[in-house]
């Protein structure tokens, strides 16, 4: 019987936190027949008419083909870091694991946990600004929201 791999969903908003989330995930994480999902979340006002269709469920997952296609991309209103686009293209190559991405629009955390249960994930790995208890109940924190309300055991990675 072949073994089925995990599902594991990295946030990514391409700041350094999220980078070094993934670049741990490719070194002590992800292995073979893995499937790892980048979760993208864009604020609600970013929303253009053309994607008012995935207001609640988010976009249709976008294979990692099409997060080249600056099109497809364009699109979605999201510009992918070549860094990024890197480091998936050698996991998918050289440790072949399948690249999706979602792209979300609305609140960070709740989408994020949202994705967390509908694509049932069996790990998600965040990174963290580092923001201090103070700045944390000042601005809110995406990180400590998702640890607190997410169905799956989730790892933070500090920049």
Excluded at 42 to 69: C, M, T, Y
Aim: proline share 3%; with cysteine; net charge negative.
């Amino acid at each position: 019987m072949a073994e089925i791999g995990r599902k594991i969903g990295v946030a990514m908003d391409f700041s350094e936190g999220s980078k070094a989330a993934l670049k741990w995930a490719i070194k002590g994480l992800l292995k073979k027949d893995d499937t790892i999902i980048i979760l993208h979340v864009k604020q609600r006002q970013a929303l253009e008419s053309r994607n008012l269709i995935w207001v609640d469920s988010g976009s249709p997952l976008i294979p990692f083909a099409e997060l080249h296609d600056s099109g497809v991309m364009h699109g979605y209103g999201v510009d992918f870091d070549p860094e990024v686009l890197g480091l998936l293209e050698t996991i998918a190559n050289q440790l072949q694991v399948t690249v999706l991405a979602k792209v979300y629009w609305g609140d960070a955390r709740e989408k994020v946990c949202e994705a967390v249960g509908s694509l049932e994930l069996d790990s998600l790995i965040m990174g963290s600004r580092g923001l201090s208890s103070i700045q944390r109940v000042l601005m809110g924190s995406v990180t400590s929201y998702v640890l607190e309300h997410a169905s799956c055991p989730v790892t933070v990675v500090k920049a």
